[in-house]
């Protein structure tokens, strides 16, 4: 027989020399050596093992299953095979050692030994028994050649069972164990190992409870390996070696260039690598079918990507833009391996693509087709077709955005390839948003205005912080612009590039009258480059502009640096007008800019200041004039510009410019004053001269304007005027003083008030008293009044009088009354109760001029009420009436009732309200007409 024929050959090599035979074929491609048997196998081994031939550049295939290779592996540590092996879809049994001898070397697999080869279409079944390190079902060592270092295995599977009774790092793989770098004498890498595997799978079993750091399809490479449409697919009973330091396909020294793609496993092992695939069908999902090389169907889920909430329809057919990805990676193919079925909601009446043309709300389901390929299905999945927003977008008809689902509609229009560049949309609400607008790809390009109206953001949460870059509510924007907008709420991100307001800013870009006091807080570890206005700008250059804006928020998280305060990274950018007031900064100053990066910033801003630094200072550092406490009618200078929604007046006189490569330059020269003026503050340089312009609005006369520094400036009495002063070297607190404050009596010598200014009632013109309500019995419904003299600002009072207005000195006090009333110095809404209490206004009512219960409503300016604890007053209603006790009037009190028009107009009255029948002749007070009268 053959076989024995080949073991005489070989005896008598050993005093013959090296013998060699070899296959049938020439190794081409067209005309590969052919294995057709054992003997074959033998004579292939045998040739690579001596050296003979490592069949380099040769193509081998395999023309029949070998039943049984007896063991005999394909070269050793020192000679390997270096050429393609085509197994011809056949399979090689290999078995080696057993339960009480296992193979006790390290390397043991059908290829023992294989450098920059490449093996396909081949199987491996059988049993290793080793007490050694790196068995695998195909391959030992795939090891780097000089110039090829790479080595390919592809449609290769292996049913092996590998049984380890190795203790510690045993190496095996399913398929390859070891990939080998080359190197030289020295040790040194010449080439790294690099093995890749395409449309291979193992089905084997990998056994040894004392064996650690598997892998299963490749037990270690020294450098890179590629997975690419793999399974791994033993059930879990097949699987007993350790999980440490072991790999479910693999594990590679280089992570950075080593990929798995589109592989998956049926079960774990050790470190989770791939996807998740199932060896049943539970009918609950959309499922494509994987075949293994033992034939038997797995399940991958497949993905459906592009279904969105909402679609925007502009008259022509939808297009919905979903992908079906299969797992296997063979394209899917609509209507034989999967269709679409699409309902209207409600009703469910069925519609197709073509129908979707109007607007409503739609269910759409992916059900397998025909083919076989598929099973199950997804969905539904629910969504909306959106028209475009009410409006033409002109200046004159802009698109009205007018709550959150007109946002949301902007988002998905935007992602859909409608940019609105030269439109104009306005916002005509305060809304809430949890949407970005614009994409990398589709950005937003029109102009957006706020109108005043406040931008809510909500992007993720403490705890779940959105880790993607360029996260702010308008996400992507191209030559856009976007202007009188107020950004509130937070952003929180784990990614770079965030922003309150925008992710990243290309083109020719204006933010103008802007005010951002929303919260940007980062977890971004390093050079996180967020901003509060813009994340990112574009690196053209001078092409984004921040003008009249205020960030007055908080910008936060301690591990991120490299921030800016108004634009995180980009080139070439314009300030003007602007101020960095932020409320708390606990971003790093590492590597950041008040105003954007170090190395980005140019440095030509024009009026920008700051109020604190963050890392580099940038803009103006600034010296402030506040207004105090009793500042009445103050304004500053002749604002060249004034921006209401960010509060900005920015003060700014150029005599001239130039341009230079075709951005503005300003010098110090052409600066004759740069302020900002910003609610009660105004921010300047030192030794700028400021414009004071105090108006004598109503409630001051004859006024003055003092500083804290030592500066007094008197205006002609009762007229105001404009005054110039250099701007100090410190801050000072500037405040309106007036000679006199006036107050007004009304029609029935009796009023409530309140002024904002210290007054002097003993200075009070003839005939004017002023009164606090010093206490209340609820036994007799009555309060006390005290009269007052110096008074603070903020008392609530009652004044008497004859009708008319006052002139009452103003005055510091520092005195305190004990009050029921509460006065307002500005519009202050009130309510029937509140906290416990029970509030009364001074009005003519049923009982006369008197206090009666509150309705819900606004008090106005300069008035007070009467503040009671609800539970003293509960016997009120409107036939009882408040008391009033004047202790200046000794030693009595009086009722005060407002005299009615026509018959008992004239009547007298006692102070309990009795009606006497005429005119008393008795010593007392009494009231006639609504005025107190003493007879004696």
Known sequence: MKKNYLLLALTMMTVQGVWAQELSGSGTSADPYLIKDYDDWYIFATNVKNGVNNYEGKVVKLEADLENTYGTMVGDMSHSFRGTFDGGGHTINFSTGNPSVPFAEDYCAPFRKVIKATIKNLKTTGTIYTSGKYAAGIVAQAAAGLKAPKCFFENCHSSMNIISSYEG??????????????RDNLGMVISASWTEFTKCSFYGSLKGENTTSCGGL??????????????????????????????????????????????????TFGTEQGSKCYNLNAGLNFFTQLKAGNGETYYANVAIDGVQKKYYYDGDAMDLGISVKPANCENLVQDSDYVFSIVRVPGNTAVTMADLTHTGTYALTINAGTSGRCVGSSGPYQFTVTALPTGTGTADDPFIINDSGDWDSLAVIVAGGKSFSGKYLQLNHDI??????????????????????????????????IAENNVAPFRFI??????????????????????????????????????????????????????????????SYARLRIQGCVFAGSLLGASTDH??????????????????????????GNGSGTLTLPYDYEGYPQDVFYTTTLGEAQGNPTYTISAGSTAYGLAFGNPTNTYDVSGIEA?????????????????????????????????????????????NAAGLNNCSIAGDGGLVITPTAGTGGQYTFT??????????????????????????????????????????????VSGFS????????????????????????????????????????????????????ITTTDNGYSNFILSNGSQGYNWYASAPGTLPAGKAYLRLPTHSVSNMNNARRFTWIFEDLNPTGIQEVQAADGEGADAWYTLDGVRLSGQPTTSGIYVRQGKKYVVK
């Not at 697919?233 to 992570?255: L, M």
């Not at 150029?654 to 110090?668: A, N, P, S």
């Not at 052409?670 to 503050?681: E, H, N, S």
């Open 218 to 267: 490749m037990g270690f490479s020294e450098y890179i390996v590629k997975f690419k449409d793999c399974l791994f697919v033993p059930y879990a009973s097949d699987i007993t070696i350790s999980a440490t330091d072991s790999y479910t396909f693999g594990y590679a020294y280089n992570t950075q260039y080593s990929t798995i793609d589109n592989c998956f496993y049926l079960q």
């Open 778 to 829: 609820p036994t007799t419904m009555s309060i006390t009044l005290t009269q007052a003299d110096y008074v603070p600002a903020g008392t609530g009072l009652v004044v008497t009088g004859a009708e008319g207005t006052y002139d009452v000195p103003i005055a510091a006090t520092d005195k305190v009354w004990a009050n029921l009333l509460v006065g307002v110095v500005a519009p202050t809404p």
């Open 432 to 465: 809430n948003v949890w949407s970005m607008v614009g994409t990398d790809s589709e950005p937003f390009g029109g102009y957006f205005n706020g109108n005043g109206h406040k931008l809510t953001v909500g992007l993720g949460t403490a705890n779940n912080p």
């Open 563 to 588: 921030v800016g305060g108004f634009i995180g990274k980009g080139w070439a950018k314009h300030f003007a007008s602007c101020l960095f007031a932020p409320v708390s900064v606990t971003m790093s």
């Open 478 to 539: 191209n030559s856009a612009t976007i202007q009188n907008l107020v950004i509130d709420g937070a952003v929180y991100t784990a990614g770079q590039y965030g922003s309150c307001l925008v992710g990243k800013a290309d083109g020719t870009c204006l933010i103008r009258n802007c005010k951002n006091v929303a919260t940007l807080s980062s977890t971004f570890n390093g050079e996180g480059y967020h901003g509060s206005f813009v994340g990112k700008g574009d690196m």
């Open 169 to 182: 790092a045993g190496k095996h793989g399913g398929l390859v164990a070891e990939g080998k770098s080359l």
């Open 727 to 772: 701007m100090p070297e410190a801050s000072v607190t500037v405040y309106a003083l007036g000679t006199n404050a006036q107050v007004t009596v009304g029609s029935h010598e009796l009023s409530s008030f309140c002024s904002p200014y210290d007054l002097n009632f003993t200075q009070a013109p003839e005939g004017l008293k002023a009164y606090v």
């Open 651 to 695: 003060i700014t006189k150029l005599e001239k410019f130039q341009i230079d490569g075709g951005h503005e330059v300003y010098t110090d020269s052409a600066m004759i004053t740069r302020l900002l003026k910003y609610g009660d503050v105004c921010y300047g340089l030192a030794d700028r001269d400021i414009s004071f312009t105090l108006t």
